[in-house]
């Protein structure tokens, strides 16, 4: 791992520590310790990336350190506006527009037991409403 902590490095950690996670618990012995794994993440990271967990004592110490370092808290308002304002592109298709509305809603914090219902009616709406072909968007509605 040897990731820059900016704005654009929380997918990559992410993706790393899945693929870091899945390799640990496929090739190791059932009773790795903490230790162990921490000794492992240590020599799996580069020196920039050890810098900030090379204090740390434990494996769940260390992820937690590069998870507050890589991961950003989301701006809420702006995301529900980039979902809301998004409409079809030149050239792109229904389906790659619905997928671009799916991948932005998931960044709006939608939260509560009807949270899902409530994404779900926002993609809908949002969809019909950027959709570029008038005939396309009259037949769905």
């Not at 921490?38 to 740390?56: E, G, P, R, T, W």
């Amino acid at each position: 791992l040897d990731l820059v902590p900016d704005g654009s490095a929380e997918k990559a950690w992410q993706h790393w520590k899945l693929t870091f996670d899945n390799f640990v618990n496929q090739y190791s012995n059932p009773a790795l310790t903490a230790a162990k794994k921490l000794a492992f993440l240590h020599v799996s990271v580069s020196d920039k990336v050890f810098s900030y967990i090379c204090n740390d004592k434990t494996y769940d110490d260390a992820v937690a350190t590069l998870t507050a370092l890589f991961v950003k808290p989301k701006n809420e308002l702006y995301s529900r506006h980039c979902l809301s304002s998004r409409t079809q592109r030149e050239g792109e298709t229904i389906d790659q527009f619905l997928n671009s509305l799916e991948v932005l809603s998931k960044e709006c914090n939608f939260q509560d037991v009807l949270a899902e219902a409530y994404r779900k009616e926002a993609i809908r709406d949002v969809f019909l409403r950027g959709i570029r072909a008038p005939d396309i968007r009259q037949r769905l509605l």
